[in-house]
């Protein structure tokens, strides 16, 4: 259980919406997390809409109040409340409120003397019991608290003795500064006096997203970091207008493609990156370590072996992550560390996701689908972040279990596979027909995402391609552009993929396009693979120069290379050498006068006649 602590010295910085969401991120991703209500005078997590409770709750007022009536700690089910939130399993969400919002919460609030309890009450008791009810009750793996604003005896509850670590929300002017260099210096004063570590994270939010052409930002945020003396900004949350806002909306469950969103997932993984307890940031962190992320780039030799270490005593009979551990150890130039590892990981019952493979190979070989199915799925797990392990996996697959694909790639999915993976991959599937149906399930999340645009235009590209493939003519016309006056604007592939699109819906060859895809290459010119002059040959052909069409094809011929995959715009998949020769054969034969066309046309509206051309 890690406790997180939400804490503003004022308010307007939006540190329970950011409580929120960073909370029901958390559980989409699996994790079983608690939200605790203490800012008793003003609260705020029960009026989202997806956090409400189905009838009033008791909550840390009503806790206290008995309490101090009974002389004896009250069981913690009675103040607690499971909200109807759609997270994905085994993630879970629960809600510790304030207390019922009745006629007897305000006399019940401030009859509550904070100093006494402490002093004569053993308050201090009261909530470590309390924390100990959450993690026996609940077994959260996070607790998130939404503290109040100010210098205040509630405060120091929340900041210094539940907290392992404290999320500190502030806008950059003086008067948040004074106030938070009070409670920061509070919380060290206590790591040092109880010798237990409470992490600080800083959060600049509610910030003018304006171009800083004065520097009255940057010279606000380094003064921030000068006088509190912290190393780094953690996260930035900036200012979203948005009427969204005043409906109290959770941007990562309802619009999880928003800017806020994307901002608020960022928060979110910044926070749990430093819980050696949670074994996913741990599997995470050592995937990017063994790739050379930016969390090796960020740490020194010193500082990264202790971390490394500090992992291996807490994992050191978990078999995967002593695996993860070994490969990042052979990152860093430590061999003999990491061959250790392996034997230990072996030892443990660790299999890698190639072993996982080769197995699946002799249980298909040996006839047993649902085993090989089994370890392909194991495979998965073993790989998160890092799909390149897996590209074998859909060999076989594409080889030996295509109608597997489609589960396979689901999983994937549900792994939260980048994007610039699943683009990769596509291409790696697009060799057949029976695969473009889990392509376009790898591609469209892309599409619809706006969090980076040039992976977004990549996945669209693709997509088109894809879907000429599966003689989606209009549909790829459209993703290509949704106007054809916008091809003017367009490059030399948007042109002749649209006017190959256009030609299979229409069934006549638009030799305007084409001609206008070749003004493009004369006037840049571009490496000349075999793919790119295979085009050319088409477009010359299109447009009536068939020598220079003839020439082409000879040139993509020579520029074949062996033992590769080629994509082949004959059939709008990609092809090894000797299927794209033939393809080649066939645009020859086209060019020369012959009734072939592109073989992706076949099947289509007016398949089988020969090409004709727009005049």
Not at 214 to 234: A, G, K, S, V
Not at 267 to 277: F, M, P, Q, S, V
Not at 322 to 350: C, I, M
Not at 369 to 376: K, N, P
Request: charged share 25%.
């Amino acid at each position: 259980m890690y406790v997180i602590t939400f804490y503003s010295f004022k308010g307007g910085v939006g540190r329970t919406m950011a409580l929120a969401n960073v909370a029901l991120e958390l559980a989409r991703t699996g994790r079983r997390v608690l939200l605790v209500d203490f800012d008793l005078e003003a609260p705020g997590l029960d009026r989202f809409e997806v956090l409400k409770p189905k009838q009033p709750t008791p909550g840390i007022v009503d806790y206290v109040t008995s309490y101090r009536q009974t002389g004896t700690a009250p069981d913690l089910s009675e103040f607690i409340y499971e909200p109807q939130v759609a997270t994905a399993p085994p993630g879970r969400v629960w809600v510790m409120p304030t207390g019922k919002q009745d006629e007897q919460y305000a006399p019940h609030l401030y009859g509550i003397d904070w100093q006494e309890l402490y002093s004569e009450q053993d308050g201090y008791l009261l909530f470590e019991d309390l924390k100990e009810q959450w993690r026996r009750t609940l077994s959260p793996d996070y607790v998130l608290i939404d503290s109040r604003t100010g210098h205040t005896d509630i405060g120091g509850i929340c900041t210094r003795q539940l907290p392992d670590a404290v999320a500190i929300l502030f806008f950059p002017n003086e008067q948040n500064r004074r106030g938070i260099e009070v409670v920061v210096r509070n919380v060290r004063r206590e790591q040092q006096e109880s010798k237990r570590p409470i992490r600080l994270y800083f959060i600049a939010s509610n910030v003018p997203d304006l171009d800083d052409e004065e520097r009255i930002l940057r010279d606000r945020l380094n003064h921030f970091r000068r006088t509190i003396d912290y190393p780094r900004l953690d996260a930035t949350i900036h200012h979203y207008d948005s009427l969204s806002l005043l409906q109290q909306t959770v941007f990562t469950v309802e619009r999880p493609q928003t800017k806020l969103a994307r901002e608020y997932r960022l928060l979110a993984e910044r926070l749990i990156g430093d819980n050696l307890g949670d074994r996913k940031v741990v599997l995470d962190v050592l995937a990017r370590l063994s790739r050379g992320g930016e969390a090796l780039q960020a740490a020194t030799v010193g500082e990264l072996d202790a971390y490394l270490k500090k992992i291996l005593a807490q994992y050191s009979r978990d078999g995967e992550v002593v695996h993860s551990l070994a490969q990042a150890n052979q990152f860093l130039g430590k061999p003999r560390v990491a061959e250790t590892l392996f034997a230990d990981a072996r030892s443990l019952g660790f299999e890698t996701a190639d072993v996982l493979i080769e197995r699946a190979v002799t249980s298909y070989d040996a006839g047993s689908g649902e085993a090989a199915r089994g370890f392909l799925k194991a495979a998965v797990n073993q790989s998160i972040g890092q799909v390149f392990k897996l590209e074998r996996a859909f060999t076989v697959i594409l080889e030996r279990d295509v109608a597997f694909l489609t589960e396979f790639v689901e999983m994937l999915s549900s792994s939260n596979i980048r994007p610039m993976d699943r683009i990769r991959i596509s291409k790696l599937l697009a060799t057949q027909d029976r695969a473009l149906e889990a392509v376009e399930r790898l591609l469209a999340p892309v599409v619809q995402s706006t969090e980076d645009v040039a992976d977004r235009e990549s996945a669209q590209f693709e997509l088109a391609l894809c879907r000429i493939a599966q003689k989606r003519f209009d549909e790829a016309m459209k993703l290509i552009a949704p106007d054809r006056a916008l091809l003017g604007e367009m490059g030399i592939a948007e042109n002749f993929n649209y006017a190959m699109a256009e030609w299979g819906a229409m069934d006549h060859v638009p030799r305007d396009l084409f001609r206008r895809a070749l003004l493009i290459h004369e006037h840049s010119p571009r490496d000349r693979g075999p793919n790119y002059l295979q085009c050319l040959a088409v477009a010359l052909w299109a447009d009536g120069r068939a020598a220079e069409a003839q020439d082409a094809i000879e040139s993509s011929l020579a520029a074949l290379p062996e033992g590769e995959k080629v994509f082949s715009a004959w059939r709008y998949l990609y092809v090894d050498s000797d299927a794209f020769r033939q393809d080649l054969s066939s645009l020859k034969s086209m060019v020369a006068g012959g009734e072939e066309k592109p073989s992706v046309f076949q099947s289509s509206t007016g398949g089988g006649r020969g090409a004709q051309r727009e005049e």
